[in-house]
T-cell receptor
Framework: AQKVTQAQTEISVVEKEDVTLDCVYE???????LFWYKQPPSGELVFLIR??????QNEISGRYSWNFQKSTSSFNFTITASQVVDSAVYFC??????????FGPGTRLSVLP | KAGVTQTPRYLIKTRGQQVTLSCSPI?????VSWYQQTPGQGLQFLFE???????NKGNFPGRFSGRQFSNSRSEMNVSTLELGDSALYLC?????????????FGEGSRLTVL
């Protein structure tokens, strides 16, 4: 069975600090897909990134970066120079081909001004 | 391009009643999935529909059901409501069935059962 763990339930940082959200996944399949979603107070899950298991290249998008390490089954998410608008709940998710998403429990990030 | 639209956004029901939630996917998307989000259980998969057929189902009792229409719009129904059914119900759409792509979510329907 697949499982996603996000050990950090809540994180608070002051604006402009860097913050890393941890994600550890479990699967026996060799082909899988990892995702990060952001859920602002409005409720909608906003897609941030998708990674497949064959692509361990890290990715940077503006202030966001992702570190995928198969050796430790981790897919961590870093926000550089955090802003108040980054306050939200962030979900890491795992998907096997053709199957439903398995979400982690989420990490609530509060960025204080 | 309009996003996923869910109605109603908020509703209050009492135990024993039933409820129907509606979801209009992004234009051109043929797959619709439903998820239940609660503080205790997090995001849990309910079911997925593609071309009016249920393709995948989560571990929920038979009180939870859904359907998809020929225009890809979907509805889910919960009968004999229980207090524990209070949750945010999220609908998501994607262009094709299953696969590996991302899902596009609506803002959800927040159901409160009294």
């Amino acid at each position: 069975a697949q499982k996603v763990t996000q050990a950090q339930t809540e994180i608070s940082v002051v604006e402009k600090e860097d913050v890393t959200l941890d994600c550890v996944y479990e699967t026996r399949d060799t082909t899988y897909y990892l995702f990060w979603y952001k859920q602002p107070p409005s409720g909608e899950l906003v897609f941030l990134i998708r990674r497949n298991s064959f692509d361990e290249q890290n990715e940077i998008s503006g202030r966001y970066s992702w570190n995928f390490q198969k050796s430790t089954s981790s897919f961590n998410f870093t926000i550089t120079a955090s802003q108040v608008v980054d306050s939200a709940v962030y979900f890491c998710a795992l998907r096997l081909y053709g199957q439903n998403f398995v979400f982690g429990p989420g990490t609530r990030l509060s960025v204080l001004p | 391009k309009a996003g996923v639209t869910q109605t109603p956004r908020y509703l209050i029901k009492t135990r024993g009643q039933q409820v129907t939630l509606s979801c209009s996917p992004i234009s051109g998307h043929r797959s619709v999935s439903w998820y239940q989000q609660t503080p205790g259980q997090g995001l849990q998969f309910l079911f997925e529909y593609f071309s009016e057929t249920q393709r995948n189902k989560g571990n929920f009792p038979g009180r939870f059901s859904g359907r998809q229409f020929s225009n890809s719009r979907s509805e889910m129904n919960v009968s004999t409501l229980e207090l524990g059914d209070s949750a945010l119900y999220l609908c998501a759409s994607s262009p094709g069935q299953g696969g590996s792509g991302e899902l596009f979510f609506g803002e959800g329907s927040r159901l409160t059962v009294l």
